[in-house]
């Protein structure tokens, strides 16, 4: 596969065309960012993680009967994926206050639901991504009735697979963003990354915080956080 031109460039990644029109490469940056772009800084070895990171949880999920981008790991920082028209919507799972839940509603981080709340943004920087719910969705069309019934179904299995997964490495999956992505012939897929960027991750046994809430709160150790997390996940 030969990799062409930038076709765009994110605040984590980067999306190169390939001589395959139903493939792009998308190669993952140290560069962090948090409350909409206005903090700004390195994490030394992100990239690695989260490209290692999203793609052995990508290949867990496809085993478990979820469709996924996935296509191929080329390197340390670069990965084959399916080209897909992202769905606007970040799609947030939370099985723990935390962050915006808690800030929104007035409650403190860490009370555990009795089930897991699904959310959605609408991805658009210019406006910070709002909170949207799903007749909104609908009056942006922004995806179809159905596009919304599969994509929640989706992100509820995938919850159920990284809840069970992360319990095994001593970790408490607290809440994760994700996106889907539409293939050429509709199917949606789940796309993006799932990271240590996109997720959070409490060590079950101290709950000191491994995602990017160090980044966000200054709480030092980032990049041990990061390393920890890969450690934990690849073995
Ligand atoms: N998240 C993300 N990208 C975003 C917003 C949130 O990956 O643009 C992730 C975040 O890391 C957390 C979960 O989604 O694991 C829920 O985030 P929340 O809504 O609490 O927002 P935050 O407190 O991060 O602003």
Known sequence: MMKLQQLYEGKAKRVYATDDESRVIVS??????????????TIVGKG????????????LLETEGVPTHFV??????ETVVKKVEIVPLEVIVRNISAGSFSKRYGVEEGIVFERPTVE????????????????????????????????????????????????????????????????ADGTIVLADEISPDTCRF???????KLDKDRFRRDLGGVEDAYSEMMRRILG
């Not at 140290?30 to 772009?37: E, P, R, S, V």
């Not at 409490?202 to 000191?208: G, K, L, N």
């Open 120 to 183: 959605f943004s609408y991805k658009n920087d210019d406006l910070g991504d709002p909170l949207i719910n799903d007749d909104h969705a609908l009056a942006l069309r922004l995806a179809t009735a159905e596009e919304i019934a599969v994509i929640k179904t989706l992100a509820l299995r995938v919850n159920d697979v990284l809840k069970a997964f992360f319990k095994r490495v001593n970790v408490d999956l607290v809440d994760f963003k994700l996106e889907f992505g539409r293939l």
């Open 72 to 77: 191929e790991e080329l390197s340390d920082r």
């Open 202 to 208: 409490w060590d079950s046994t101290t709950h000191e």
């Open 48 to 59: 690695v993680v989260n490209n290692r990171v999203t793609n052995y949880l990508m290949r």
């Open 28 to 41: 993952y940056k140290d560069d962090a960012t948090a409350f909409n772009g206005q903090k700004k800084g």
